[in-house]
Every structure is written in structure tokens, then in C-alpha cells.
């Protein structure tokens, strides 16, 4: 089993920043793909950002130049740098972390832009 914990979502303004983190415990972290998703009202869950064991990282289209994926395997952690954000960037974010067949999500956060 692995837990993950989300943190620092909240309000900003268009063109703002935010930092999101997830703390893994559970599971030895250098072995997890981690991957940041979100889900915006009506929509369907979608992939932001992927990142492999390895450091191999993978983003959408509507985020790449904005969004930067990074990993703390010391920290078991696992971030979401959002800069110049935008209204439909709005959502809820959940972490994930795949191993094997396996996926785990954390309870998402809270991401809301506008003026």
C-alpha cells in the first residue's frame, strides 16, 4: 500500500503561481512512477505530469512550458510547479503513484484561478 498526502493548492490569480507537493509513504519511493492529475468539474480525470523512476518526465499539451514535474526521492516527495496559470486550469489535483499493476491516489487538492 502506498499513502500519498497532497498540499498547496489553493486561490491565485491568472498569470500566478503555485507549488504543489506529495509526501509518499508505504512503498519504497525510488521504485514509484508519480504523476500529477486533475479533474475539473464535468470533465474527466486527466494526466498534467508524469515522472519516472528514473527522472523522465512527460506533460499535456495545454500545460508544457507552464508546468514543471520534479521528485525528492529523499524526501519520498513529489512536486508540481504551476507557473503562469490560467483559468482552466481549475480543478481538483491528485497525485497518483503507479508501480507494477498498481495505482494509488492521494485525496487531491484544490486548485482554483481566478481574479
Known amino acids: 500500500q502506498v499513502q500519498l498526502v497532497e498540499s498547496g493548492g489553493g486561490l491565485v490569480q491568472p498569470g500566478g503561481s503555485l507549488r504543489l507537493s506529495c509526501a509518499a509513504s508505504?512503498?519504497?519511493?525510488?521504485?514509484?512512477?508519480m504523476g500529477w492529475y486533475r479533474q475539473a468539474p464535468g470533465n474527466k480525470r486527466e494526466l498534467v505530469a508524469s515522472i519516472t523512476n528514473g527522472g523522465s518526465t512527460d506533460y499535456a499539451d495545454s500545460v508544457k512550458g507552464r508546468f514543471t514535474i520534479s521528485r525528492d526521492n529523499a524526501k519520498n516527495t513529489v512536486y508540481l510547479q504551476m507557473n503562469s496559470l490560467k483559468p482552466e486550469d481549475t480543478a481538483v489535483y491528485y497525485c497518483?503513484?503507479?508501480?507494477?499493476?498498481?495505482?494509488?491516489w492521494g485525496q487531491g487538492t484544490q486548485v482554483t484561478v481566478s481574479s
Open positions: 497518483n503513484a503507479h508501480r507494477v499493476i498498481f495505482d494509488y
Open positions: 508505504g512503498s519504497p519511493f525510488s521504485r514509484l512512477v
